[in-house]
């Protein structure tokens, strides 16, 4: 059944604006907002007088924070600006791709990756809470080095209201004023506070037995606390012999590409991933474990827009991502799978891990013309896709 256009008009009294995701997709389903944008925005309002300077926004999904602040900016009083700090490269590629669809100038410079130095003194910081709690935890403990009294929104959707919210913001703010809801979200005003803010125990380390390394895993990256089980089948699969250049596709930590490093020395690997934390956390690990070996980072949307090492590989190897934002969704999953059919080397193979039911095997069978099964167990398949088919 053909789903109607996705929504692309967002209207609040801040701001009129044209808003679409990142990477724009055929048929998209999801809108490039929520009503916990349009609860933070109408939050913000709410404030002001209060709200004199330029605002940090954390999180926000396709800009529609952003976007809208800077669109009711006030240039003599916030100087026009506003800061947007956050995980998710695609989220910023949303933001800027979303500016210039409607005209708007955002600096570079106001973008901050997630360990990189925040303004100090914002005059509001609004927070979407993500879907990690330890992202967020990670964001709040950082809070502390602002001017005391400086208020912090933050907005969530009813149906994505992470277990402990409250308490974990308590430990980190001090008192709070939970909000009214609307717009199916919920909200509360909290502010800087006088005294010293808790340091969140972030990165993790994360054991790897077989390997003797204790990884460094950054707030908020796939598998905080243990190596996914998954990820422990997919390792063993790992080949030997490898003689091309090798790229771990959604590298998280970067566990599966430093094991095909380990096995294939002097080949070359590429670290993809779409989190910033990730690549950091895979980058750490390689120079802390293996770093004799060649690596690259590749931050960005799967392999589009690879920028240094290779091009074009021997080995693919992906544990793919089957959600995007809250919802389950394979179209990351195929994407990947079809930009992997283009940038394999004549010869080369595409290997990924997926639980069973979710018959990764026919989607590989469009773009490959073989794909056979090389290991698993009762919950999960390790295929081997090859010979990719012409586009
Ligand atoms: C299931 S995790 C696998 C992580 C790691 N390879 C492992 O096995 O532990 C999937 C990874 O894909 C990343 N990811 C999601 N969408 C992506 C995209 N469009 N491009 C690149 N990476 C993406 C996620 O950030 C996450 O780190």
Redesign the pocket.
Known sequence: MTQPPVDTRFEHPLARLTLRRYPRLRNETLRAWDGADLYLLDEYSNLGAAASGAPLVLNDQCGALALSLRAASRPEQDGGDVYSSGDSW?ARAALQANARDNEMDLPDDRWRWPLEAWPETPSVVLIRVPKQMALLEAQLSRLGSMAPGTPVLLAWMDKHLPGGLVDRVRHYLGPLTLLRGRHKAHGLRAEVPAHPVPKASYPTRVAVREQDWSLTVHAG???QQQ??I??RL?MASVPRGVTGPIA??????G??GMTAAQRNPGVPVTF????WL?VESARDNMQRYLPEETAHFHL???LSGLAEGPERFALILL???FHRGHAVDDR?AR??FRQAAQRLLPGGVLQVIGNRHLRYDSILQRHFAQVRQIGGDSRFVILAASDPKPV
């Open positions: 695609l990256v796939f598998a190596l996914d998954g990820a997919f771990d596709l959604g590298c998280g930590n566990v599966i993809c991933d779409e989190s990730a960005g949307n799967g544990n793919p991502p990351v994407m990947l």
